[in-house]
Protein backbone atom coordinates (compact mmCIF):
# COMPACT_ATOMS: atom_id res chain seq x y z
CA UNK A 1 0.00 0.00 0.00
CA UNK A 2 2.55 2.60 1.30
CA UNK A 3 4.55 1.68 -2.71
CA UNK A 4 1.44 2.60 -4.54
CA UNK A 5 0.95 5.15 -2.89
CA UNK A 6 4.73 6.68 -3.65
CA UNK A 7 4.44 5.59 -7.27
CA UNK A 8 1.55 7.40 -7.75
CA UNK A 9 2.87 10.47 -5.91
CA UNK A 10 6.19 10.86 -8.12
CA UNK A 11 3.59 10.42 -11.17
CA UNK A 12 1.76 12.93 -10.21
CA UNK A 13 4.15 15.55 -9.96
CA UNK A 14 6.40 14.24 -13.16
CA UNK A 15 3.30 14.75 -15.23
CA UNK A 16 4.20 16.54 -18.61
CA UNK A 17 2.68 19.86 -19.76
CA UNK A 18 0.90 19.94 -23.19
CA UNK A 19 1.07 23.06 -25.51
CA UNK A 20 -2.57 23.55 -27.53
CA UNK A 21 -2.36 26.92 -29.45
CA UNK A 22 -4.89 27.66 -32.04
CA UNK A 23 -4.06 26.50 -34.98
CA UNK A 24 -5.30 29.16 -37.41
CA UNK A 25 -3.88 31.97 -35.11
CA UNK A 26 -3.71 34.59 -37.45
CA UNK A 27 -5.57 37.96 -36.90
CA UNK A 28 -7.02 40.14 -40.22
CA UNK A 29 -10.14 41.42 -41.69
CA UNK A 30 -11.15 40.48 -44.83
CA UNK A 31 -12.62 42.96 -47.68
CA UNK A 32 -14.99 41.81 -50.36
CA UNK A 33 -15.04 43.89 -53.55
CA UNK A 34 -18.48 44.73 -54.86
CA UNK A 35 -20.28 46.57 -57.65
CA UNK A 36 -23.91 46.83 -58.66
CA UNK A 37 -24.32 44.94 -55.60
CA UNK A 38 -23.30 41.85 -56.23
CA UNK A 39 -19.60 40.77 -55.46
CA UNK A 40 -17.22 41.18 -58.73
CA UNK A 41 -13.52 40.25 -59.37
CA UNK A 42 -11.09 42.77 -60.00
CA UNK A 43 -9.91 42.78 -63.84
CA UNK A 44 -7.43 45.39 -62.68
CA UNK A 45 -4.26 45.25 -60.59
CA UNK A 46 -4.97 46.57 -56.30
CA UNK A 47 -1.96 47.61 -54.09
CA UNK A 48 -2.70 48.48 -51.08
CA UNK A 49 -0.14 50.14 -48.51
CA UNK A 50 -0.59 51.38 -45.07
CA UNK A 51 0.35 54.58 -44.02
CA UNK A 52 3.12 54.58 -41.59
CA UNK A 53 4.66 51.85 -42.53
CA UNK A 54 7.13 50.66 -45.57
CA UNK A 55 4.98 47.75 -45.67
CA UNK A 56 3.08 46.70 -48.65
CA UNK A 57 -0.39 44.91 -47.30
CA UNK A 58 -1.18 43.83 -50.81
CA UNK A 59 0.95 43.73 -53.39
CA UNK A 60 -0.22 43.95 -57.41
CA UNK A 61 -3.26 41.69 -56.57
CA UNK A 62 -5.65 40.75 -59.48
CA UNK A 63 -8.62 39.45 -60.47
CA UNK A 64 -9.49 39.11 -56.88
CA UNK A 65 -12.95 39.34 -55.16
CA UNK A 66 -11.57 39.56 -51.59
CA UNK A 67 -8.34 39.92 -49.33
CA UNK A 68 -7.25 39.95 -45.98
CA UNK A 69 -5.19 42.76 -43.99
CA UNK A 70 -3.71 42.53 -41.22
CA UNK A 71 -4.63 45.66 -38.41
CA UNK A 72 -2.18 47.62 -36.15
CA UNK A 73 -1.83 46.52 -32.59
CA UNK A 74 -1.17 50.30 -31.01
CA UNK A 75 -2.69 52.83 -33.66
CA UNK A 76 -6.62 53.54 -33.00
CA UNK A 77 -7.15 53.65 -36.88
CA UNK A 78 -5.27 52.67 -40.00
CA UNK A 79 -4.99 54.77 -43.08
CA UNK A 80 -4.66 52.72 -46.34
CA UNK A 81 -3.47 53.89 -49.56
CA UNK A 82 -5.24 51.41 -52.13
CA UNK A 83 -3.99 51.89 -55.82
CA UNK A 84 -5.72 50.41 -58.32
CA UNK A 85 -4.06 50.41 -62.15
CA UNK A 86 -5.83 49.32 -65.50
CA UNK A 87 -5.04 50.49 -69.22
CA UNK A 88 -3.99 53.60 -69.40
CA UNK A 89 -5.65 55.02 -65.77
CA UNK A 90 -4.21 54.59 -62.31
CA UNK A 91 -6.22 56.02 -59.30
CA UNK A 92 -5.73 56.48 -55.79
CA UNK A 93 -8.32 56.23 -52.53
CA UNK A 94 -7.73 56.13 -49.62
CA UNK A 95 -9.84 54.28 -46.72
CA UNK A 96 -9.54 54.92 -42.91
CA UNK A 97 -10.43 51.95 -40.71
CA UNK A 98 -10.90 53.02 -37.02
CA UNK A 99 -11.02 50.18 -34.48
CA UNK A 100 -10.57 49.22 -30.66
CA UNK A 101 -7.48 47.06 -29.62
CA UNK A 102 -8.05 44.19 -27.49
CA UNK A 103 -5.48 42.10 -26.51
CA UNK A 104 -5.59 38.34 -26.36
CA UNK A 105 -3.59 35.79 -24.56
CA UNK A 106 -4.45 31.85 -24.77
CA UNK A 107 -1.47 30.66 -22.74
CA UNK A 108 1.62 31.60 -21.65
CA UNK A 109 3.33 29.08 -24.67
CA UNK A 110 0.78 30.81 -27.06
CA UNK A 111 1.73 34.10 -28.81
CA UNK A 112 -0.33 37.19 -27.46
CA UNK A 113 -3.01 38.31 -30.17
CA UNK A 114 -4.63 41.83 -30.81
CA UNK A 115 -8.23 41.24 -31.63
CA UNK A 116 -10.27 44.31 -32.85
CA UNK A 117 -13.15 45.80 -33.58
CA UNK A 118 -14.01 48.11 -36.39
CA UNK A 119 -16.13 51.19 -35.49
CA UNK A 120 -16.20 53.33 -38.31
CA UNK A 121 -14.50 52.75 -42.08
CA UNK A 122 -14.16 56.34 -44.34
CA UNK A 123 -12.56 56.63 -47.92
CA UNK A 124 -11.88 58.98 -50.44
CA UNK A 125 -14.51 58.46 -53.26
CA UNK A 126 -12.12 58.35 -56.66
CA UNK A 127 -13.58 54.79 -57.36
CA UNK A 128 -15.01 53.45 -54.02
CA UNK A 129 -18.46 54.01 -53.87
CA UNK A 130 -19.15 53.40 -50.24
CA UNK A 131 -17.75 50.97 -47.26
CA UNK A 132 -20.81 48.69 -45.61
CA UNK A 133 -19.24 47.24 -42.16
CA UNK A 134 -20.74 43.60 -42.53
CA UNK A 135 -18.74 42.14 -39.24
CA UNK A 136 -17.23 44.46 -36.50
CA UNK A 137 -15.34 41.76 -35.09
CA UNK A 138 -11.76 40.85 -36.04
CA UNK A 139 -10.72 38.16 -34.99
CA UNK A 140 -9.73 34.44 -35.53
CA UNK A 141 -12.81 33.76 -37.60
CA UNK A 142 -12.04 34.07 -41.40
CA UNK A 143 -15.15 35.95 -42.29
CA UNK A 144 -15.97 38.97 -44.40
CA UNK A 145 -16.06 42.04 -42.47
CA UNK A 146 -15.91 44.73 -44.59
CA UNK A 147 -17.53 45.38 -48.33
CA UNK A 148 -16.27 47.98 -50.50
CA UNK A 149 -18.35 48.88 -53.25
CA UNK A 150 -16.88 50.48 -56.57
CA UNK A 151 -18.88 53.22 -58.53
CA UNK A 152 -20.75 50.85 -61.41
CA UNK A 153 -18.31 49.12 -63.71
CA UNK A 154 -18.34 50.87 -67.12
CA UNK B 1 2.92 12.43 -22.20
CA UNK B 2 0.19 14.90 -22.06
CA UNK B 3 -1.30 15.37 -18.44
CA UNK B 4 -4.53 14.44 -19.22
CA UNK B 5 -3.21 11.02 -20.29
CA UNK B 6 -1.02 10.53 -16.82
CA UNK B 7 -3.59 11.43 -14.90
CA UNK B 8 -5.91 8.21 -16.84
CA UNK B 9 -3.01 6.64 -16.55
CA UNK B 10 -3.53 7.12 -12.91
CA UNK B 11 -7.05 6.22 -12.85
CA UNK B 12 -6.61 3.25 -14.27
CA UNK B 13 -3.59 2.63 -11.97
CA UNK B 14 -6.21 3.33 -9.25
CA UNK B 15 -8.82 0.86 -10.40
CA UNK B 16 -6.38 -1.78 -10.73
CA UNK B 17 -5.11 -1.35 -6.95
CA UNK B 18 -9.37 -1.51 -5.42
CA UNK B 19 -9.08 -4.98 -5.18
CA UNK B 20 -5.79 -4.67 -3.49
CA UNK B 21 -6.37 -6.63 -0.12
CA UNK B 22 -5.50 -4.01 2.28
CA UNK B 23 -8.42 -5.33 4.27
CA UNK B 24 -6.08 -8.25 5.35
CA UNK B 25 -3.86 -5.59 7.33
CA UNK B 26 -6.19 -4.97 9.70
CA UNK B 27 -7.44 -7.31 12.49
CA UNK B 28 -10.69 -8.82 12.03
CA UNK B 29 -12.89 -9.96 14.40
CA UNK B 30 -13.34 -13.54 15.69
CA UNK B 31 -16.70 -15.26 15.83
CA UNK B 32 -17.77 -16.96 19.30
CA UNK B 33 -16.95 -20.87 19.27
CA UNK B 34 -19.19 -22.46 21.92
CA UNK B 35 -18.22 -25.96 23.13
CA UNK B 36 -20.70 -27.93 25.30
CA UNK B 37 -20.42 -31.65 26.43
CA UNK B 38 -23.00 -33.57 27.40
CA UNK B 39 -22.35 -37.90 28.27
CA UNK B 40 -21.04 -38.83 25.57
CA UNK B 41 -21.22 -36.08 22.83
CA UNK B 42 -19.88 -32.47 22.60
CA UNK B 43 -21.34 -30.01 21.29
CA UNK B 44 -19.11 -27.35 18.93
CA UNK B 45 -21.39 -24.05 17.49
CA UNK B 46 -19.55 -21.12 16.40
CA UNK B 47 -21.57 -17.88 17.08
CA UNK B 48 -21.29 -15.08 14.29
CA UNK B 49 -21.19 -11.80 16.11
CA UNK B 50 -23.86 -9.45 15.57
CA UNK B 51 -23.32 -6.63 12.30
CA UNK B 52 -20.95 -4.29 13.47
CA UNK B 53 -23.19 -0.92 13.83
CA UNK B 54 -21.57 2.98 13.94
CA UNK B 55 -23.17 5.17 16.19
CA UNK B 56 -24.80 8.06 14.08
CA UNK B 57 -22.00 10.52 15.07
CA UNK B 58 -19.20 8.23 13.97
CA UNK B 59 -16.45 10.80 14.74
CA UNK B 60 -14.24 13.29 12.85
CA UNK B 61 -11.36 14.28 11.11
CA UNK B 62 -9.10 16.98 9.72
CA UNK B 63 -6.58 16.40 6.76
CA UNK B 64 -3.94 17.81 4.91
CA UNK B 65 -2.69 17.41 1.03
CA UNK B 66 0.82 16.48 1.18
CA UNK B 67 0.52 15.89 -2.87
CA UNK B 68 -0.18 19.53 -3.10
CA UNK B 69 2.68 20.46 -0.67
CA UNK B 70 4.80 18.40 -2.69
CA UNK B 71 4.61 19.22 -5.77
CA UNK B 72 5.36 22.81 -4.34
CA UNK B 73 8.37 21.62 -2.89
CA UNK B 74 9.91 20.23 -5.85
CA UNK B 75 9.35 23.55 -7.86
CA UNK B 76 5.97 22.39 -9.71
CA UNK B 77 4.47 24.67 -12.31
CA UNK B 78 1.28 24.88 -10.17
CA UNK B 79 0.37 23.42 -6.60
CA UNK B 80 -3.23 23.22 -4.74
CA UNK B 81 -2.05 23.47 -1.19
CA UNK B 82 -5.06 22.41 1.06
CA UNK B 83 -6.54 20.88 4.29
CA UNK B 84 -10.18 19.45 4.65
CA UNK B 85 -12.15 19.08 7.46
CA UNK B 86 -14.97 16.24 7.86
CA UNK B 87 -17.51 14.10 10.10
CA UNK B 88 -18.44 10.85 9.99
CA UNK B 89 -22.33 9.85 10.20
CA UNK B 90 -22.71 6.23 10.55
CA UNK B 91 -19.28 5.25 8.96
CA UNK B 92 -21.00 6.22 5.55
CA UNK B 93 -21.62 9.77 4.81
CA UNK B 94 -18.30 12.15 5.77
CA UNK B 95 -19.78 16.18 4.71
CA UNK B 96 -16.86 18.10 4.21
CA UNK B 97 -15.12 21.12 3.80
CA UNK B 98 -11.94 21.88 1.62
CA UNK B 99 -9.99 24.95 2.28
CA UNK B 100 -6.79 25.97 -0.04
CA UNK B 101 -4.28 28.09 -1.41
CA UNK B 102 -3.66 27.54 -5.20
CA UNK B 103 -0.29 28.79 -6.65
CA UNK B 104 1.14 29.01 -10.10
CA UNK B 105 3.57 30.58 -12.17
CA UNK B 106 3.97 29.89 -15.33
CA UNK B 107 6.75 30.45 -17.81
CA UNK B 108 6.32 30.94 -21.84
CA UNK B 109 8.18 27.61 -22.96
CA UNK B 110 9.31 29.66 -26.11
CA UNK B 111 8.51 33.15 -25.11
CA UNK B 112 9.02 35.29 -21.86
CA UNK B 113 5.12 35.17 -21.85
CA UNK B 114 4.44 35.05 -17.65
CA UNK B 115 1.50 33.86 -15.77
CA UNK B 116 1.12 33.74 -12.60
CA UNK B 117 -1.43 33.59 -9.39
CA UNK B 118 -1.77 32.91 -5.67
CA UNK B 119 -5.76 32.66 -4.13
CA UNK B 120 -7.57 30.68 -1.72
CA UNK B 121 -10.05 28.19 -2.91
CA UNK B 122 -13.00 26.61 -1.46
CA UNK B 123 -14.97 23.28 -1.45
CA UNK B 124 -17.95 21.77 -0.10
CA UNK B 125 -19.41 18.01 -0.85
CA UNK B 126 -19.41 14.85 0.65
CA UNK B 127 -17.89 11.47 0.41
CA UNK B 128 -19.53 8.11 0.48
CA UNK B 129 -18.37 5.21 2.06
CA UNK B 130 -18.81 1.95 0.21
CA UNK B 131 -16.87 -0.75 2.26
CA UNK B 132 -19.27 -2.46 4.98
CA UNK B 133 -17.26 -3.88 6.91
CA UNK B 134 -15.10 -1.55 9.60
CA UNK B 135 -11.99 -2.66 9.17
CA UNK B 136 -10.21 0.78 8.96
CA UNK B 137 -10.65 0.42 5.00
CA UNK B 138 -12.62 3.00 3.39
CA UNK B 139 -13.69 3.39 -0.74
CA UNK B 140 -14.96 6.58 -0.70
CA UNK B 141 -17.07 8.26 -4.01
CA UNK B 142 -17.90 11.84 -4.10
CA UNK B 143 -19.19 15.28 -5.12
CA UNK B 144 -17.74 18.47 -4.53
CA UNK B 145 -18.34 22.48 -5.41
CA UNK B 146 -15.62 24.14 -5.83
CA UNK B 147 -15.23 27.82 -5.89
CA UNK B 148 -12.62 29.94 -6.48
CA UNK B 149 -12.09 34.21 -6.25
CA UNK B 150 -8.61 35.22 -7.32
CA UNK B 151 -6.46 37.99 -8.80
CA UNK B 152 -4.26 37.07 -11.70
CA UNK B 153 -1.15 38.65 -13.70
CA UNK B 154 -0.08 38.18 -17.41
CA UNK B 155 2.73 39.71 -19.26
CA UNK B 156 4.36 39.78 -22.51
CA UNK B 157 7.04 41.89 -22.75
CA UNK B 158 8.44 40.73 -26.16
CA UNK B 159 4.91 41.92 -27.59
CA UNK B 160 5.46 43.61 -30.85
CA UNK B 161 2.98 44.64 -34.35
CA UNK B 162 5.48 43.40 -37.02
CA UNK B 163 3.94 45.05 -39.52
CA UNK B 164 4.03 48.54 -38.24
CA UNK B 165 6.77 47.96 -36.04
CA UNK B 166 5.75 49.11 -33.11
CA UNK B 167 6.35 47.42 -29.56
CA UNK B 168 3.15 46.95 -27.04
CA UNK B 169 4.52 45.35 -23.94
CA UNK B 170 1.30 43.48 -22.60
CA UNK B 171 0.69 43.74 -18.64
CA UNK B 172 -2.41 42.48 -16.97
CA UNK B 173 -1.95 43.21 -13.36
CA UNK B 174 -4.19 42.00 -10.59
CA UNK B 175 -6.97 41.20 -12.86
CA UNK B 176 -9.86 39.54 -11.38
CA UNK B 177 -11.23 36.49 -11.85
CA UNK B 178 -14.00 34.11 -10.32
CA UNK B 179 -14.43 30.16 -11.53
CA UNK B 180 -16.71 27.65 -10.08
CA UNK B 181 -16.38 23.99 -10.62
CA UNK B 182 -17.97 20.33 -9.53
CA UNK B 183 -16.14 17.51 -8.87
CA UNK B 184 -16.68 13.71 -8.90
CA UNK B 185 -14.48 12.10 -6.85
CA UNK B 186 -13.40 8.46 -6.08
CA UNK B 187 -10.93 7.10 -3.25
CA UNK B 188 -9.68 5.15 -0.97
CA UNK B 189 -8.36 5.28 3.05
CA UNK B 190 -6.44 3.06 4.82
CA UNK B 191 -6.00 3.19 8.34
CA UNK B 192 -2.08 3.41 9.50
CA UNK B 193 -1.77 3.55 13.29
CA UNK B 194 -3.74 4.73 16.12
CA UNK B 195 -5.70 8.15 14.27
CA UNK B 196 -3.45 8.64 11.59
CA UNK B 197 -4.89 7.65 8.44
CA UNK B 198 -3.48 7.72 4.50
CA UNK B 199 -5.60 7.81 1.15
CA UNK B 200 -6.13 8.99 -1.78
CA UNK B 201 -8.51 10.31 -4.55
CA UNK B 202 -9.04 10.65 -7.67
CA UNK B 203 -11.11 13.63 -9.23
CA UNK B 204 -12.64 15.05 -12.69
CA UNK B 205 -13.09 18.57 -12.77
CA UNK B 206 -15.78 19.91 -14.49
CA UNK B 207 -16.16 23.83 -14.87
CA UNK B 208 -19.42 25.14 -14.22
CA UNK B 209 -18.68 29.01 -14.87
CA UNK B 210 -15.81 31.41 -15.21
CA UNK B 211 -15.59 35.18 -14.79
CA UNK B 212 -12.80 37.56 -15.89
CA UNK B 213 -11.75 36.28 -18.90
CA UNK B 214 -12.01 39.32 -21.63
CA UNK B 215 -8.63 38.82 -22.65
CA UNK B 216 -8.01 35.31 -22.40
CA UNK B 217 -9.11 32.37 -20.48
CA UNK B 218 -6.62 32.09 -17.38
CA UNK B 219 -3.95 29.87 -17.91
CA UNK B 220 -4.63 28.07 -14.09
CA UNK B 221 -7.62 28.10 -11.48
CA UNK B 222 -6.85 27.79 -7.85
CA UNK B 223 -8.19 24.53 -7.09
CA UNK B 224 -9.38 23.53 -10.43
CA UNK B 225 -6.09 22.77 -11.75
CA UNK B 226 -4.99 23.96 -15.53
CA UNK B 227 -7.85 26.19 -16.86
CA UNK B 228 -10.28 24.19 -19.50
CA UNK B 229 -13.67 22.64 -19.67
CA UNK B 230 -12.86 19.64 -17.64
CA UNK B 231 -10.02 18.27 -16.49
CA UNK B 232 -8.34 15.51 -13.80
CA UNK B 233 -6.92 15.67 -10.37
CA UNK B 234 -5.97 14.14 -6.86
CA UNK B 235 -4.70 14.77 -3.73
CA UNK B 236 -2.88 12.22 -1.46
CA UNK B 237 -4.37 12.59 2.35
CA UNK B 238 -2.60 12.50 5.49
CA UNK B 239 -5.73 12.24 7.33
CA UNK B 240 -5.89 12.76 11.52
CA UNK B 241 -8.72 11.33 13.63
CA UNK B 242 -10.24 13.48 16.26
CA UNK B 243 -13.10 13.18 18.44
CA UNK B 244 -14.33 10.53 20.78
CA UNK B 245 -14.20 7.39 18.88
CA UNK B 246 -11.09 8.53 16.62
CA UNK B 247 -8.97 5.50 18.37
CA UNK B 248 -11.48 2.90 18.55
CA UNK B 249 -14.03 2.90 16.18
CA UNK B 250 -15.02 -0.85 16.41
CA UNK B 251 -15.29 -0.43 20.24
CA UNK B 252 -17.31 2.80 20.26
CA UNK B 253 -19.59 0.57 17.69
CA UNK B 254 -20.23 -1.99 20.22
CA UNK B 255 -21.97 -0.18 22.84
Redesign the interface.
Known amino acids: ??K??I???L?????????DCTLYSTVSYTCALYADGSSVSLGDTLTIT?M??D?V?LNRANNVNAFSL?M????QADTLVLHITGDGYSLYDTMQVEKTN???????????R?FHTITRVLSTHNFIDSIVVTNPQVNYANVENIQIHFYPLD | MPMSKTYRFISILWISLLGHPVAAQQPQATPQVTVETTNDTVKVSLQSLPPEKAPLLAGAAVSVDICGLAMKGVGAKFANMEAAARINFKEKYFPLFEIGLGDCTREGQENNNLFSTTAPYFRIGMDYNFNKKLNGNRFFGGLRYGFSAFKYDFSNPDFTDEVWQQPIPFNIKDHKARAQWAEVVIGVETKLWSIVRLGYNVRYRLRLSQSGNEWGDPWYVPGFGRNGGTTWGGTVNLTFDVGKSARNPRKESRK
Open positions: MRTIIWILLISSCDQVAGTSLPSMAMDPHFESPDCPTM
